[in-house]
C-alpha cells in the first residue's frame, strides 16, 4: 500500500505580537520529500508507517513555533506545496497528515479543516485520511467529516510518537477494509486547561484508556482540548470518539466524557500562583533541604506565543534579594550576540530582555560575566528529542546565573542549562520560560515548582484578554452554557 505523509503545524495566539511567516517555518522545520524520513531529524510517524512495510511518499512537512496568526501568502504557499506534492504522489492509499490543529492564518479560521477539505477533494471519499493533532487543537466538522482524527493523550504532550503509531495502525486497518469508522463529538462548551500528570486528569485518561479497551467497537477517543488563546469561533473543548460503525455508542461515550469534564471545570490543572505570592514562597524556601524551587513564567512561555523576554518576574526576584538564581532560557538574539563578541571571562553590562514588544516589559541592566558561550545550543529530551536554540550563553550575576538562546522556544528541558555549566541543583529558584511541559525534564531536579502568574502575552486569567468572536454561551465567560 502506497501512503502518503506531510503536514503544517503552529499553534496561534491571536492575541500575540510575533509575526509567523514562512521564515518562521524555515527556521524551525521545513522538509521535503525523502528529508521527512530522515532517521535523525524526520517525522517518526512517517519511519514507523515504512516499518510497516508501506510505501510512504513524503510531501511537505513544515513546523513553526507559535505566534500571531500566520501571514496568508506563507500558509497558502505551504498548503499548495502540500497539496501539489499529493496529486503528484498519486494514486495512494492512504493519507497520514501531522498537523497541530490550532493554526490560524490571515483569512483562515480553520487551516486544518481547509486543508483537509482540499485532500479529500483530490483523493475523492474512499481513500482513509487520519490526522495527527495536538491536543490544543480546534475542532471543526470539517476537520471530522474529512479525515480520522486523534489527538495526543497526554498534556504535557509525552505521547506523540505512540499516538503517530496508533494513528498508523488504525489507517491501515481502513485501508485494508477491515473497519469502518466512524466519528463521534461533544461540545462540552467550555475552555479550560487539562494536565495529565496530576490528578484527577491522570485518572480521567486511564477511564478513556479502559473504554478504548473493554468497549466493544471503539477505535479511539481524544480530548480536544482547545486553545485558549484564540480568539475564533472554533474555541472550546470537545470530546471525540472513532467507533466501528457504532455512531450512537460512539455518542453516548462522548457526551458521557464531555459531561464529566464540564462537572470538573477549573480543577483540571494546576492552581496559578499570583506573583507577590511566588516571590514570598521564594524567599522563605529552604532549597539546602529541599532542592530547588521551580517558577514557571506561564505569561511569558514562548509555546504560547510569548516572545520569552520578559523580566517581570526575575525583576522581582531581585528586588526581594533573593540569591541562588537560575533564570532562562531568555530569548534575546542582542544579547547573545554582545555575549559572543565579548568573550569567555569577559565582565560587561549587558541589557537582557525587554525588546520583542511591549508586554516585555522593561529592559534589564545587569553587571555580568560570560562563563560559556555554546555555538549551536540545544535542549535535549529524552528519544532522541533536539529541540535547536542557535547561539547560547551563560552570564553569572550577582545574584546567580542567566540562560540566554537567539531561537524562540520554551524551556522544556534543563539540558541547556547544564551544558552551559550551569549547576541547577545548586540553585536556590531556577526560572523556567514554560507553563508546563518543563515538569516530567526538570523532576529530576526538583519535584518542587509553582506556575505562576504575572503581566505577559499569556496570562492566566483569560477573562482578562479581549475576545470578540469567541463562541457564546462558554464556561468560563458564562457560569452555566447549558442553561436555555
Given amino acids: ?13 491571536t492575541f500575540s505580537p510575533i509575526p509567523v511567516g514562512l521564515q518562521a517555518f524555515t527556521s524551525v522545520r521545513l522538509q521535503r520529500g525523502e528529508e521527512i524520513l530522515d ?10 508507517a515504512r516499518s510497516r512495510g508501506l510505501d510512504v511518499v513524503g510531501g511537505l512537512h ?44 490571515q483569512g483562515y479560521d480553520d487551516c486544518e479543516g481547509d486543508i483537509l477539505a482540499r485532500v479529500r477533494a483530490i483523493v475523492g471519499p474512499d ?36 499516538r503517530g503509531r496508533e494513528l498508523i495502525d488504525l489507517l491501515i486497518r481502513v485501508a485494508r477494509r477491515e473497519i469502518r469508522p466512524v466519528t463521534s463529538v461533544f461540545d462540552c462548551r467550555m475552555a479550560d486547561v487539562f494536565q495529565t500528570l496530576r490528578e484527577p486528569m491522570k ?14 467497537g471503539v477505535l479511539s477517543i481524544s480530548i480536544v482540548h482547545g486553545f485558549r488563546r484564540a480568539d475564533i469561533p472554533l474555541l472550546g473543548t470537545h470530546v471525540l470518539v472513532i467507533t466501528d460503525d457504532r455512531a450512537e455508542a460512539g455518542a453516548e461515550i462522548a457526551e458521557r466524557l464531555g459531561r464529566q469534564l464540564f462537572e470538573g471545570r477549573g480543577g483540571w490543572c494546576d492552581p496559578v500562583t499570583p506573583l507577590a505570592d511566588a516571590v514570598a514562597q ?38 526581594a534579594g533573593i540569591d541562588g538564581i537560575v533564570a532562562g532560557i531568555y530569548v534575546d538574539p542582542m544579547a547573545v550576540a554582545d555575549a559572543f ?28 560575566t560570560v562563563t560559556a558561550l555554546d555555538p549551536a545550543g540545544a535542549i535535549r529530551l529524552g528519544g532522541g528529542t533536539v529541540v535547536p536554540m542557535g547561539r547560547a550563553v551563560a552570564l553569572r550575576f550577582a545574584q546567580g546565573h542567566l540562560a540566554l538562546a537567539e531561537q524562540r522556544q520554551q524551556t522544556y528541558g534543563p539540558s541547556l542549562f547544564e551544558d552551559l555549566g550551569i549547576d541547577l541543583k545548586a540553585a536556590r529558584v531556577i526560572l ?3 507553563a508546563q511541559h518543563y515538569k516530567p525534564h526538570f523532576e529530576r531536579i526538583s519535584p518542587h515548582s509553582l506556575v505562576l502568574d504575572a503581566p505577559g502575552v499569556c496570562v492566566a486569567d483569560i477573562l482578562q484578554l479581549p475576545f470578540a468572536r469567541r463562541p457564546r454561551p462558554m464556561w468560563p465567560w458564562e457560569p452555566d452554557p447549558w442553561r436555555p
Fill in 39 to 48: 532517521p535523525e531529524r524526520g517525522s517518526a510517524m512517517a519511519r514507523y
Fill in 341 to 368: 563578541d565579548a568573550g569567555v571571562g569577559a565582565r560587561l553590562s549587558l541589557r537582557i530582555g525587554g525588546k520583542r514588544c511591549p508586554l516585555s516589559g522593561r529592559p534589564l541592566d545587569l553587571d555580568v
Fill in 203 to 216: 485518572a480521567f485518561v486511564e477511564r478513556m484508556r479502559a473504554i478504548e479497551r473493554d468497549e466493544p
Fill in 282 to 319: 521564594a524567599a522563605a524556601w529552604d532549597h539546602r533541604a529541599h532542592g530547588p524551587l521551580i517558577l514557571a513564567d506561564l505569561p511569558d512561555n514562548p509555546g504560547g506565543g510569548s516572545p520569552g523576554d520578559a523580566n517581570y518576574v526575575l525583576e522581582a526576584l531581585l528586588a
Fill in 1 to 13: 500500500m502506497r501512503l502518503f505523509f506531510g503536514g503544517l503545524l503552529t499553534e496561534t495566539n
Fill in 62 to 105: 513544515a513546523d513553526a513555533h507559535p505566534g500571531a496568526a500566520v501571514v496568508r501568502s506563507a500558509y497558502e504557499a505551504l498548503r499548495d506545496e502540500l497539496l501539489q506534492r499529493l496529486r503528484d504522489a498519486l494514486p495512494v492509499d492512504i493519507v497520514a497528515l501531522d498537523m497541530h490543529g490550532g493554526m490560524v492564518a
Fill in 432 to 434: 523556567v520560560k514554560s
Fill in 127 to 162: 481513500v482513509p485520511v487520519g490526522c495527527l493533532l495536538d491536543p490544543h487543537t480546534h475542532l471543526s466538522p470539517e476537520m471530522h467529516r474529512n479525515a480520522l482524527l486523534m489527538c495526543y493523550r497526554e498534556n504535557p504532550h509525552i505521547d506523540i510518537d505512540s
